[in-house]
């Protein structure tokens, strides 16, 4: 029994050196007491944005609204979103990362062309 148990943990931490990781808990995006490498806070960080992203583009075209400040006002909440995140929920040391510029600048391009994607496609088809 003893054997299997050394096997079973030997398989795991190979498959972890090797990249597979062990499937992710969902626990651990609200424990501020869990450690995060650079990749993981990095892809969790990038997916929030792609929601926020995503949520607010729908949003903004059904409404409808139009303009810049509206551009500007995603921005704001994509970044506040990320930035309380990291720093109120997960109490992490941002420098252990690169500072916050990295870790706000995470999935920021992406999410930014996914808004303007789903604003301008809600928008036209909801509009026009």
């Given at each position: 029994m003893r054997?299997?148990?050394?096997?079973?943990?030997?398989?795991?931490?190979?498959?972890?050196?090797?990249?597979?990781?062990?499937?992710f808990k969902?626990?651990?995006?609200?424990?501020?007491?869990?450690?995060?490498?650079?990749?993981?806070?990095?892809?969790?960080?990038?997916?929030?944005?792609?929601?926020?992203?995503?949520?607010?583009?729908?949003?903004?075209?059904?409404?409808?609204?139009?303009?810049?400040?509206?551009?500007?006002?995603?921005?704001?909440?994509?970044?506040?979103?990320?930035?309380?995140?990291?720093?109120?929920?997960?109490?992490?040391?941002?420098?252990?990362?690169?500072?916050?510029?990295?870790?706000?600048?995470?999935?920021?391009?992406?999410?930014?062309?996914?808004?303007?994607?789903?604003?301008?496609?809600?928008?036209?088809?909801?509009?026009f």
């Amino acid at each position: 029994m003893r054997e299997r148990k050394s096997a079973k943990f030997n398989l795991q931490e190979q498959q972890q050196q090797n990249g597979h990781l062990s499937p992710f808990k969902f626990a651990k995006l609200f424990d501020p007491d869990a450690s995060w490498d650079k990749d993981q806070l990095g892809d969790v960080l990038h997916w929030i944005r792609q929601v926020v992203a995503l949520v607010c583009g729908l949003l903004w075209g059904a409404i409808p609204l139009v303009g810049g400040i509206w551009i500007i006002l995603f921005l704001v909440l994509s970044s506040g979103i990320v930035y309380g995140y990291y720093a109120v929920i997960l109490k992490v040391d941002e420098e252990e990362f690169g500072g916050h510029a990295a870790l706000l600048q995470e999935g920021l391009f992406a999410s930014f062309s996914l808004f303007l994607l789903a604003w301008t496609l809600v928008y036209s088809l909801a509009h026009f």
